[in-house]
């Protein structure tokens, strides 16, 4: 069974910055397709960012793009969510996904495709 836990949120003023980690743990980090996704109050969950195994491969939503930036350290068991310039909308609970089956362009980018979340940490960005 494969764990995954998120830290690092937190309150923040618009214009900030926060990183966010994410560890998994159960089975071999490597093998793992990873993304984060976020829900805020009242909207349905939406997918933020994901990442390959490699590292080499990464997405990222229209709403985040150039602003947030997705990374994993294989040896350290990391995935890490630098997130910039954060605006009020920003604003929802992020959640780490992990799966050691996803694969492809298109499953990658698909939240139902994920089988390990995190329990998630919140983010709000004040104006």
């Known amino acids: 069974q494969v764990q995954v836990m998120e830290s690092g949120g937190g309150l923040v003023q618009a214009g900030g910055a926060l990183n966010l980690s994410c560890t998994a743990s159960?089975?071999?980090?490597?093998?793992?397709?990873m993304g984060w996704f976020r829900q805020a109050p009242g909207k349905e969950r939406e997918v933020v960012s994901c990442?390959?195994?490699?590292?080499?491969?990464?997405r990222y939503s229209d709403s985040v793009k150039d602003r947030f930036t997705i990374s994993r350290d294989n040896a350290k068991k990391t995935l890490n969510l630098q997130m910039n310039s954060l605006k009020p909308d920003d604003t929802a609970m992020y959640y780490c996904?992990?799966?050691?089956?996803?694969?492809?362009?298109?499953?990658?980018?698909?939240?139902?495709?994920?089988?390990?979340w995190g329990q998630g940490t919140q983010v709000t960005v004040s104006s």
């Open positions: 996904a992990a799966d050691p089956e996803v694969f492809g362009y298109d499953d990658e980018w698909d939240e139902l495709t994920y089988n390990f």
């Open positions: 159960g089975t071999t980090f490597d093998d793992l397709t």
């Open positions: 990442i390959s195994r490699s590292g080499s491969g990464i």
